[in-house]
């Protein structure tokens, strides 16, 4: 799956992911 | 909660014991930005519900150029607010009326 993860210099990590699209406000 | 046009929900189940928990953080309304905004997508990550401020949180995402600098209390509001509703989940469950 197309995910990509950031380690901050502060040792945090975020994984990056698609938005799910049942989630996206409906307009 | 306020719509700051960014989304913070749980990332997994809360089982009320945990400090650390996984929270998933996406922009829903780029339009309610200050700054362009990168679509990159969902932003994963863990959160210390004890020891961890939700600004101190937006501040590393904008260091790690997920936002701009001018969004970093946007994003620490939003992610304030949910932390604020798992608190009070718990409080409610931890103190059951009667």
């Known amino acids: ?27 | 909660a306020e719509d700051t046009g960014v989304r913070v929900e749980l990332n997994e189940e809360d089982d009320g014991k945990k400090t650390s928990i996984a929270l998933k953080l996406w922009v829903e309304d780029p339009k309610k930005l200050k700054g362009k905004y990168k679509d990159t997508g969902a932003i994963e990550f863990t959160f210390d519900l004890v020891h961890e401020v939700p600004e101190v949180v937006a501040q590393e995402m904008v260091e790690s150029g997920f936002f701009l600098d001018c969004d970093v209390k946007i994003v620490g509001k939003s992610i304030r607010d949910r932390v604020a509703l798992i608190k009070w989940r718990r409080e409610r469950t931890a103190s059951p009326n009667g």
Do not use: D, Y
């Open chain 1, 1 to 27: 799956s197309p995910t990509a993860q950031v380690v901050h210099s502060a040792g945090r990590r975020f994984i990056v992911s698609p938005v799910p699209e049942a989630r996206l406000k409906e307009q």
